[in-house]
């Protein structure tokens, strides 16, 4: 017997409309193709899937990759796949049109569960209030709904997976099962950080999002939910009687793709080894198949997340094979123009926002990185037209000082809406960026020998390293537009200053970040090479205090408050509510641990 459970998945996720992800080309009703071929010593049998198979209803009633997973227990067929099963109640299969896109073969490494978590606490409430916290004027101060009988299950750290139900339940019971990261924000389950709060959207993310439902049959039964996951620390069990919410009822299930640990960083410094844990976490908590920006709200494969994050994660997973099958999606995604969008896949979204050289430098990055720690010619060689076709929009972008400011610039700078006079402008976050990929992508086309296209790129490194150097670095003091600490450390790491001009270049580092108390005031860009820069100066150990300041805007300050992953952004606790506690584009501190510690 031979029997498909059909699914959603990416292909059709309604529950990602916010990124217009229902206009995808490949958004349809979920099909399926099949070819069997069986044989032993004395038989062979081949069967290609047909009209002829027979359907029928299964006990997943509801599921999407973002909302969650409904099972009813009640619904499961007796002996539907023993040999005689009487099936005449069923109906034939219909034919469907092949999908649309090109057949390939995926290489990526297979989704797998790498660890089982028991919970480390379980509370109960009689009341739990259930929403999302607001602070629009005059709004009440949490849009929710009254949960009664909840148990809060708390697995200790932020990850990424499914929870598994076991309960010896009664016929008709209803477990639901609601996940989230944060623990109750003033005695109440706000998901704050796992929904997007928009007029569109908010009910009915506080209705689904990663929300799975449970109905008993009876009698001692399991469930593990299908075709979604979700990013969690904390489960919120509701229908469950006291007798059933033992340790044992719930256990959390880690999830992600399959890749090898490549390398570990251990020190003295508990900080550090926290850190370094945390990284790792996010790493994996967000790669399925492809790198995610987080496990929750989005699950999107932000291309300058990615890009950001290309070195630190080679450095700690063998995750080449993955990242190298994920580009092909980046080619698929590239318009005609060369532009490329701020999310792969995409239903259309992410060109007219969410992109620029800092995200598009996904483009080489990922084969440069994938290319330096695997030596695989192959990633390059496939990306050839892709990099080049970039290299030639971009080069369109550029003023009448060659300088470019297209695109989003040093995203999340801790500062920047309280002092726009001390943040990296975007003309030179944008420039720099096109600098670096033109520098990277010239390396590459060397390694395999297309000259002309390596001579291209080093022209256009050329024009973009002097219009830097004309418009945005004072030539007397080496300070760079911005006077901020991202400006200064990314000219100095990819090659803005001559051999002889970075030791001042570096005083000026040096004061920018006295000026600012010795504690971070880079974003996602700046922070990907500040410390490398300070190290590259010799000042590792001002990098070191910046790392584990206590301060809000740097790492100490998530380990001294108990993070066990990667968040968002820098920010006080209470004022990042609505940020993510699950990203791994800050994460480059294991890469300057790993490689420069």
């Given amino acids: 017997v031979v029997g498909i459970l059909l699914g959603n998945g990416f292909r059709n996720c309604f529950g990602g409309f916010i990124w217009n992800f229902q206009n995808a080309h490949c958004c349809v009703p979920v099909t399926a193709a099949l070819c069997l071929e069986a044989f032993d010593a004395d038989m062979t049998f081949e069967m290609e899937a047909d009209e002829t198979f027979r359907t029928h209803a299964s006990p997943v009633t509801f599921d999407d990759l973002r909302m969650g997973c409904h099972y009813d227990a009640r619904l499961e067929i007796p002996g539907w796949n023993e040999p005689g099963f009487d099936d005449s109640a069923w109906e034939n299969a219909q034919k469907e049109k092949t999908p649309k ?9 297979p989704i797998v569960c790498t660890e089982t978590l028991k919970p480390i606490a379980i509370k109960h409430y009689d009341v739990l209030p259930f929403g999302y916290k607001t602070t629009a004027p005059g709004a009440e101060p949490y849009e929710s ?9 708390d697995f200790g750290v932020n990850t990424a997976g499914v929870t598994a139900l076991r309960i010896n339940g009664k016929p008709g019971q209803k477990i639901t099962i609601r996940h989230g990261e944060e623990h109750l924000i003033d005695g109440k389950f706000a998901v704050n950080t796992t929904i997007f709060n928009r007029p569109d959207c908010v009910d009915n993310y506080l209705e689904y999002n990663q929300t799975d439902i449970f109905i ?6 399991s469930f593990v939910p299908k075709f979604k996951y979700d990013g969690f620390r904390y489960a919120y069990v509701e229908g469950l009687e006291e007798a059933q919410a033992t340790e044992d009822a719930l256990t959390a299930l880690v999830l992600n793709s399959d890749l090898k640990p490549r390398a570990w960083f251990h020190c003295s410094d508990a900080a550090l080894n926290q850190l370094q844990k945390m990284a790792r976490r996010s790493d994996l908590a967000n790669f399925y198949y492809f790198p995610t920006d987080c496990p929750h709200r989005e699950k999107n494969g932000w291309t300058g997340d990615a890009s950001m994050s290309a070195e630190h994660m080679m450095l700690n997973l063998e995750a080449g094979t993955s990242l190298k099958e994920w580009m092909a999606n980046i080619r698929a995604a590239q318009a005609e123009n060369g532009s490329l969008p701020g999310i792969v896949p995409t239903g259309g979204w992410g060109f007219a926002w969410g992109n620029g050289p800092a995200w598009d430098s996904v483009c080489v990055n990922v084969p440069y990185y994938v290319y330096r720690f695997t030596g695989d010619k192959s990633v390059i060689e496939e990306n050839v037209s892709l990099i080049m076709r970039y290299l030639c929009y971009a080069a369109t972008r550029r003023d009448e000082r060659g300088l470019v400011a297209i695109g989003l610039g040093d995203w999340l700078d801790p ?4 002092n726009r006079k001390i943040a990296s402008p975007l003309e030179f976050t944008d420039t720099a960026m096109l600098h670096d990929i033109s520098v ?7 390694q395999i020998g297309r000259e ?10 050329d024009l973009y390293r002097n219009a830097i150097r004309t418009h945005l670095i004072d030539s007397g003091t080496k300070l760079v537009a911005g006077n901020c600490q991202t400006s200064q450390a990314f000219a100095i790491e990819t090659g803005l200053f001559d051999a002889d001009e970075i030791q001042e270049a570096g005083k000026r580092l040096v004061e920018i970040i006295h000026r600012d108390g ?10 990907r090479y500040l410390f490398h820069a300070l190290t590259h100066i ?6 070191y205090k910046i790392i584990t300041s206590r301060h809000p805007h740097c790492y100490g300050y998530w380990v001294e408050n108990g993070a066990t992953s990667v968040w968002e952004c820098f920010q006080e606790m209470e004022s990042s509510r609505a940020s993510s506690k699950n990203h791994h584009f800050l994460g480059d501190v294991t890469g300057w641990m790993i490689q420069n510690v």
């Fill in 101 to 109: 896109g090109i057949k390939k073969l995926c290489s990526a490494e």
């Fill in 145 to 153: 709904t009254i949960r009664e009988n909840v148990y809060v299950y």
């Fill in 216 to 221: 008993c049959k009876g009698g001692y039964e």
């Fill in 415 to 418: 500062n920047k809406e309280k």
């Fill in 440 to 446: 990277k992508a010239a390396f590459l086309f060397g």
């Fill in 452 to 461: 002309a296209e390596k001579n291209y790129a080093l022209a256009m490194a």
């Fill in 518 to 527: 010795d504690v971070n005031a880079c974003g996602m860009i700046g922070l």
């Fill in 538 to 543: 010799g000042e590792s150990e001002l990098g």
